[in-house]
């Protein structure tokens, strides 16, 4: 860029001397037979434009240091001798190249249409014509080169008018007269040094690095609110839930961004999931270890009746204490059955299997205490195997006949892929009271008669297991409950 701003600077500068050349050669009347090659295109004169033609045609700068390769030094001037009538005109210019040298800091050099120096304050009546771009210009084409240039002094320091660059920018242009050539302003000028351009711009270079340093803080400070904030804050939530803070489950103040957001929401509803499971869990080794405790208890205290009463126990109360022993131990091991069930239950996979209604009562055996009749839509299929469709349905059955039911009603819809199925009985009912609790591990009123309170847990957690629910519906007889499942 700053060899093209001086390649631009140059022809700027040549073209204002060539138009006062074109107007004194004019002056001199010098013939048509002195002037150089004639100039490609439709006749011109530089006094009204430096390139030939009607039209304004400016001279775009071309040099690109990445493209172009950089020349050796400019060749030595070698011996001739000017036109005397060109070699006057040159002698006038003189004093304005001079004068515009000390202003802009560029050589120049007038050259005659043979490229003999006629103006300048080197090489005056020596021929530059064997050089590239004098040559070029000779011919009636604008040229420029970069060559190479070799400093005879030391590098200035950045406050000098030096430019002090190893490489130097020239510029020819012909000058037109009559449609021909003239001469040629040859020009030169050492391009700015990166450095000391900076350092000439230095007032707006440090306004541009305070403006980024701003910018980089500000960028920095959103930063630290948007992301950096938020994560420490979550991060400080998940110590103080680790520690036992239930408190610390809740939404963050200042999430930031979006996805900060979502991240955050995703850790407080996992952390607020593993909480419940936990509690879950709590509740459920305090519920067993209060029903294993009963029957554990009963059995010691009569394994220890029976030890130490020896022969003063009769046979009637040692046969008494062996059968309550042998109660609890069948309560114990009902108890672990069901508690493999529900384990087995909560863990299930889905195996994709289907199943109807019929199908699954066609596997429970025959229970005398109740009837169960099928009502409509007892063939719809059902997104489960007949053997876990058997186990809901045997759960409530039995449910049914320990409660005083002499009849089973089942039937079922489907709708939008969902099937409702309702088993409904004729037995004593659930009182409002026990509503709530039905689904609670180890909760019945059925104790005494062999209850475990696990049966509808099971049923629950199949059909959680099977993209389903249950829900006990209201009945104006006996008791009500309604599945819903997925159809096949």
């Known amino acids: 860029q700053l060899i093209r701003q001086t390649e631009a600077e140059l022809i700027a500068q040549g073209a204002a001397i060539a138009a006062i050349y074109a107007q004194d050669v004019r002056d001199a009347g010098i013939a048509a037979d002195k002037l150089g090659a004639p100039m490609p295109g439709p006749g011109g004169d530089s006094s009204r434009s430096v390139n ?229 869990i709590q509740t459920f080794a305090t519920h067993v270890s209060h029903e294993l405790k009963s029957p554990l208890t009963a059995i010691q205290g009569a394994a220890e009746l029976l030890r130490d009463s020896g022969a003063a126990m009769d046979d009637e109360e040692r046969r008494r204490f062996s059968n309550n022993i042998v109660t609890d131990a069948g309560r114990l091991n009902l108890l672990v059955r069901r508690l493999l069930d529900l384990a087995k239950a909560e863990n ?53 006949a320990r409660h005083g039911a002499t009849q089973v009603w089942v039937s079922a819809t489907s709708a939008d892929g969902k099937a409702s199925i309702l088993v409904s009985d004729d037995g004593a009912g659930i009182s409002p009271s026990n509503r709530a609790r039905i689904f609670e591990p180890f909760f019945t009123t059925r104790r005494e008669q062999g209850g475990t309170g696990m049966g509808l847990g099971i049923v629950l957690a199949l059909l959680k297991a099977h993209d389903g629910m249950i829900a006990l519906v209201d009945s104006e007889r006996g008791t009500r409950f309604e599945i819903i499942l997925p159809v096949a």
């Open 52 to 280: 030939p033609g009607p039209l304004y045609k400016p001279i775009e700068p071309q040099l690109d240091l990445a493209s172009d390769y950089v020349l050796p030094t400019r060749p030595a001037a070698i011996a001739a001798t000017a036109d005397p009538a060109f070699a006057a005109i040159g002698a006038r210019l003189s004093g304005i190249l001079d004068a515009t040298q000390k202003t802009t800091l560029a050589g120049f050099r007038l050259l005659d249409p043979r490229g003999v120096v006629i103006a300048g304050r080197g090489e005056v009546g020596q021929s530059l014509s064997e050089v590239e771009e004098v040559r070029t210009a000779l011919a009636g084409h604008y040229a420029s080169a970069l060559r190479l240039r070799i400093p005879d002094q030391p590098t200035p320091p950045l406050y000098s008018v030096s430019r002090g660059t190893k490489v130097r920018v020239f510029v020819a242009l012909p000058v037109a007269v009559g449609g021909q050539v003239a001469g040629v302003v040859y020009v030169s000028r050492t391009p700015n040094n990166i450095i000391k351009h900076l350092y000439g711009e230095r007032g707006k270079v440090t306004l541009a690095a305070i403006a980024i340093l701003g910018g980089t803080l500000l960028i920095g400070l959103i930063f630290l609110r948007t992301v950096s904030r938020p994560i420490y804050a979550l991060i400080d939530r998940t110590e103080r839930i680790a520690a036992g803070d239930r408190a610390a489950i809740r939404p963050l103040d200042h999430h930031g961004t979006r996805e900060m957001a979502e991240l955050s929401a995703a850790f407080l509803d996992m952390a607020e999931k593993l909480q419940a499971r936990s509690d879950s």
């Open 348 to 400: 299930l996979a889905p195996s994709g299997e289907s199943t109807s209604i019929g199908a699954a009562l066609a596997l429970l055996p025959v229970d005398n205490r109740l009837a169960v009749r099928i009502g409509a839509g007892g063939d719809i299929r059902l997104r489960i195997s007949a053997e876990n469709a058997a186990i809901v349905l045997a759960n409530l059955i039995d449910n049914s």
